[in-house]
């Protein structure tokens, strides 16, 4: 059973650093994985994709890299922002019509 | 706009009722899922469904329903079986169809048993 894992659980870092979130798994016969946003009672709002045939995506201040072969994905926020604290999960699909399976998330805090 | 709806927002449950929480898009997905969120857990799957008229039970089903009868409605009951409800409710769509499978999300429900 694919099992996803986020470490770290939470991370408070002072205003204009750049950071790094990251994500393992399991199985690394994914699909795609998916970054997600969530603010304190919010829902989730997608940040990036990254099909299994792609290294990397870019938005902004914001780069997704996949390493499948080793499980692994990271989340790497430029200059960071107070306005970018929140609950970052990454989620795993092993098909186009499979579900997601979904890390517990990394809490940031950044503080001006 | 085009997007997800959940509503209530907040709903309060007595012990011993079926509660019925909706979602609704018009992103002209096919596919519709429903999570729950407990404080310092991931999202667990409940129900999803890939088309109309069909749908498949997730990690946790039990003590949950849902029916699927048109292509924008996919509303999820909660009833009296499942014994602790109290949680956020995540509705989720996608283009589906084996397709790249982006999900994209509704704001929530947080259903409190009082």
Redesign the interface.
């Known amino acids: 059973k694919q099992e996803v894992t986020q470490i770290p659980a939470a991370l408070s870092v002072p205003e204009g650093e750049n950071l790094v979130l990251n994500c393992s798994f399991t199985d690394s016969a994914i699909y795609n994985l998916q970054w997600f946003r969530q603010d304190p009672g919010k829902g989730l709002t997608s940040l990036l994709l990254i099909q299994s045939s792609q290294r990397e995506q870019t938005s902004g201040r914001l780069n997704a890299s996949l390493d499948k072969s080793s499980g692994r994905s990271t989340l790497y926020i430029a200059a960071s922002q107070p306005g970018d604290s929140a609950t970052y999960l990454c989620a795993v699909s092993l098909s186009g019509y499979s579900t997601l399976t979904f890390g517990k998330g990394t809490m940031l805090l950044v503080s001006p | 706009d085009g997007g997800?709806t959940?509503s209530p927002k907040y709903l309060f449950r007595k012990e011993g009722q079926n509660v019925t929480l909706s979602c609704e898009q018009n992103l002209n997905h096919d596919a519709m899922?429903w999570y729950r969120q407990d404080p310092?857990?991931?999202?667990?799957?409940i129900y999803?469904s890939?088309i109309v008229n069909d749908f498949q039970k997730?990690d946790i089903a039990e003590g949950y329903s849902v029916s699927r009868e048109k292509k924008e409605s996919f509303p999820l009951t909660v009833t009296s079986a499942q014994k602790n409800p109290t949680a956020?409710y995540?509705c989720?769509s996608s283009i589906g169809?084996?397709?790249?499978?982006?999900?994209?999300?509704?704001?929530?429900t947080?259903l409190t048993v009082l």
């Open positions: 997800i959940q899922y310092g857990q991931g999202l667990r799957l999803y890939q997730g956020f995540l989720a169809g084996g397709a790249i499978n982006e999900q994209f999300f509704g704001p929530g947080r």
